[in-house]
């Protein structure tokens, strides 16, 4: 049977309907002849209108062809659809009273009525009928895709009607979080609690689960659908009719608030003024130019107007990135821009570098900084992070560059992580290069701590998370850090930078430290939801406190020493701290170096402990057993 069906074309389709049609109206004109109160009997009185009845067909097909009745498609039969069988009905009736009244038999008026109403309602019901045939037919050589409707208003009713008429999907129920809906039978499928999908998905072979529920916040979506696939469900969400019309394409454009918006104080602007002259005219190079606070130092130091920025960085895509964004201001203001693809850790094209740029400022970005990943990979992140500052200050030095600026991290001081650990390193190697080849080259070092809207910074990944629906995940409760936004803090680089002597380690003041927590509600409020804690059990994001992570503190610190010294900028700072002597720092640059070519982890950090003041190596966090 199925094979029959869908071997017909759309015209032999048409035949069909056509003839079901005019095949129905002796039908229909025998009933209304036998319920009607005539003198004889409806036989005998459609054996005398049997002579007409030719006439009457051929009026009734050419009329059923001139409105499109028999083209219209069975589940597109709907009430445009009715309203030309009514149509249909009313003009064959005509055309019957018309005949019947010049040749006879005559009829009364009722009686022409009764019959268009008949005819009508044949066809109705022939169309109804042969419907839900066709979807058996289908039903039994073609499974449908059960589903489950999450939704039962509007929209959800509509979709429900729309796909009842599907052939390859049958909608089976409801689920609703509205109380005051569930229980009820709506367009014939009964209304569930959410609670209960499970146990309605296993009893009635549930494959699909639609969203019918656009108003609904995308967090809130993306909830619901989380939880619906890890029952194994397939889960698709209906659009809004704003976004089927195109009228919703604003909402893609929409941002994030800015992460400065979270400093929890006003972001300061220092203008550079006469801190400008220590770059503008020189050739500047900086290391991880591609990065987060790299590429700003690009901006800024463009600002300045050198001669020649040198973009040293390791990462293809990021190299790529920033001169693509850089490359048009610099020709503008005629400053040779010059992107270098490689490693600090690599001292013969550092050398090269240096000598054929003829490089008189450095300002050292690339870094390692992620603490986990760094964590996880202590050889590569102590490599990178030491023995790369220790091969660019160096070759700086015997170049003769007139300033090397070192950026550093609030996690060097009293460091609990490696990549802490190893900036502090770093420190000491500046330190120790400023004391032999300070006449030559003014070596220092900024430290400072989170910058709001890096990679990796939390901003960016709360955002992140609150799209996916949440939940925000915290450290810790009470774990607390200083922030700064990027512009700020280059800013205050680039001043210290100018400012600098010689051996100095520079402090950054940023304020009070700010909760985590704190800053995961903000962000979650800011996005325009609501957080969902025990006080709030409706609420759309959850914040999730998953423990601290491998290396980190509870609070960062900014000095080793309580000690700071004010200098002409009231926001920087230098710190009084102990150094190491050129025999103590080549030494453990001498014992980590072997540590890592030979891949020995516990030796390299067996130099970290014993040579990094205040280094506690956090223990793991204990795993949860299965």
């Not at 996690?411 to 006449?439: H, Y």
């Not at 910058?451 to 949440?470: A, D, K, M, T, Y």
């Not at 102990?578 to 390299?604: H, K, M, N, P, W």
Request: glycine share 8%; proline share 6%.
């Amino acid at each position: 049977m199925y094979n029959l069906i869908s071997a017909l074309s759309r015209r032999q389709k048409s035949y069909v309907f056509l003839a079901v049609d005019l095949a129905l109206l002796p039908l229909a004109l025998l009933f209304t002849l036998e319920v009607q109160p005539l003198p004889e009997p409806a036989l005998a009185t459609l054996a005398q209108l049997s002579p007409l009845l030719p006439y009457v067909m051929a009026a009734a097909a050419a009329l059923t062809l001139w409105l499109g009745l028999p083209y219209v498609q069975l589940n597109a039969y709907e009430r445009h659809a009715a309203a030309q069988s009514a149509l249909l009905a009313a003009g064959t009736a005509l055309v019957l009273a018309a005949l019947t009244a010049i040749f006879g038999p005559v009829l009364g008026p009722g009686t022409h009525v009764v019959f268009a109403i008949c005819y009508f309602l044949f066809m109705v019901v022939t169309r109804a009928a042969m419907l839900q045939l066709v979807l058996a037919v289908y039903r039994r050589a073609k499974p449908r895709c059960r589903v489950l409707i999450y939704g039962a208003g509007n929209t959800g009713t509509q979709l429900a009607q729309a796909l009842k008429a599907h052939s390859g999907i049958d909608p089976v129920a409801f689920a609703d979080d509205n109380s005051s809906l569930q229980g009820l039978t709506l367009v014939g499928l009964p209304v569930f609690a959410p609670s209960r999908i499970a146990e309605i998905v296993q009893a009635r072979q549930i494959r699909r689960v639609l969203l019918a529920m656009p108003s609904q916040s995308q967090p809130r979506q993306a909830q619901i659908t989380q939880r619906l696939q890890k029952l194994g469900l397939e889960v698709q969400a209906l659009p809004s009719f704003a976004q089927l019309i195109g009228e919703e394409a604003l909402v893609d454009k929409l941002t994030p608030v800015a992460p400065q918006a979270f400093l929890g104080r006003a972001a300061r602007d220092v203008p550079l003024q006469e801190a400008a002259g220590s770059y503008q005219g020189k050739s500047v190079l900086v290391s991880g130019a591609g990065g987060s606070i790299g590429s700003e130092l690009c901006r800024q130091v463009l600002a300045c107007r050198p001669s020649k920025l040198v973009l040293f960085e390791l990462s293809e895509l990021a190299l790529y990135t920033v001169h693509q964004e850089l490359g048009p201001l610099a020709e503008e203001a005629g400053i040779e821009l010059v992107p270098v693809l490689g490693s600090v850790t690599d001292p013969r094209q550092v050398r090269m570098v240096l000598n054929a740029h003829e490089v008189q400022v450095v300002l050292h970005a690339a870094a390692y900084k992620h603490v986990p990943l760094v964590e996880a990979n202590p050889l590569p992140g102590l490599a990178n992070n030491v023995f790369g500052t220790q091969t660019l200050a160096r070759a700086a030095a015997r170049a003769g560059v007139e300033r090397f600026i070192l950026i550093s991290s609030d996690k060097a001081v009293n460091p609990t992580n490696v990549m802490g650990a190893s900036k502090r390193m770093a420190e000491l190697i500046v330190q120790d290069l400023a004391t032999r080849f300070g006449s030559r080259t003014v070596f220092t070092m900024v430290r400072f701590g989170n910058v709001l809207g890096s990679s990796g910074s939390v901003v960016p990944l709360f955002q992140e998370q609150i799209s996916r629906g949440g939940p925000v995940t915290v450290t810790d409760p009470n774990v607390k850090r200083f922030f700064m936004t990027i512009s700020e803090a280059v800013q205050l680089v680039l001043q210290a930078g100018d400012m600098a002597k010689g051996g100095e380690v520079f402090v950054l003041d940023m304020g009070a430290p700010v909760p985590i927590l704190q800053l995961a509600r903000q962000v979650i409020e800011s996005a325009g939801h609501t957080v969902r804690d025990a006080e709030h059990p409706e609420g759309d994001i959850a914040i999730e406190i998953i423990g601290l992570r491998p290396g980190e503190k509870m609070e960062e610190e900014l000095t080793l020493s309580e000690e700071l010294i004010h200098t002409r900028h009231q926001k920087i700072f230098c710190a009084r701290e102990t150094v190491l002597s050129e025999i103590e720092v080549a030494g453990f640059l001498r014992s980590l170096r072997q540590a890592v070519a030979a891949g020995d982890e516990a030796a390299a950090l067996q130099v970290v402990r014993h040579w990094v003041e205040g280094y506690c190596q956090a223990p793991a966090p204990e795993r949860k057993s299965s």
